[in-house]
């Protein structure tokens, strides 16, 4: 069987959560190296954003960087911005963290207007077992929460590439 690879722009896919400084810069750089490892770097790009201000230009929180580089992601040149009206258009895909942060970006989706390509979810859409649910909020928590949230981004990032790849026509990519 041959592989059917799109030479169109390459997709791209935003994670979004609150401050942009703990979930989604987490599953920024879990997809991004899954994307790299599996050797598909032009065809996926990856970017993270939060529907509030809070932290805008911070890097991300340190504890989701520690526990991040434990399992050999590296956070540290992340910083977090606002979802904007423009990501509509920009991104194939808009990738909430949870339920309210999805509501808050289906709302601002209706200022794009027209020009609003992307496809909303949750990133547990994209997890075998934890479909429909939260990705949770570790920031007032324990190390625990932090251990969590990788292990759930982790499994539906690896769901969410292969999902991608399918739908890019690759077929055997190894990941």
């Known amino acids: 069987m041959t592989s059917r690879v799109s030479t169109e722009k390459p997709v791209r896919v935003l994670f979004v959560c609150l401050g942009n400084i703990c979930r989604s810069p ?23 954003a939060g529907t509030a201000a809070w932290h805008e230009g911070k890097a991300p929180d340190a504890r989701s960087q520690q526990h991040a580089r434990v399992r ?26 949870d339920a ?28 075998p077992d934890l479909q429909g649910g939260d990705v949770p909020d570790p920031y007032y928590g324990g190390a625990e929460g932090f251990e969590q949230v990788l292990d759930q981004v ?15 026509g690759v077929f055997g990519c190894g990941c």
């Open 72 to 97: 050999g992601y590296d956070l540290s040149a992340l910083r977090a911005r606002q979802v904007k009206v423009e990501d509509f258009a920009d991104f194939d895909h808009i990738i909430a963290m």
């Open 26 to 48: 987490t599953a920024e750089a879990v997809f991004k190296r899954q994307v790299e490892q599996a050797g598909w770097q032009s065809l996926i790009q990856a970017d993270s």
């Open 100 to 127: 309210a942060n999805l509501a808050d970006v289906k709302d601002l989706r209706l200022q794009a207007g027209e020009s609003a390509k992307a496809r909303l979810s949750l990133l547990l859409d994209h997890h």
């Open 154 to 168: 982790e499994t539906a990032c690896t769901q969410l590439l292969r999902s991608l790849l399918k739908t890019q």
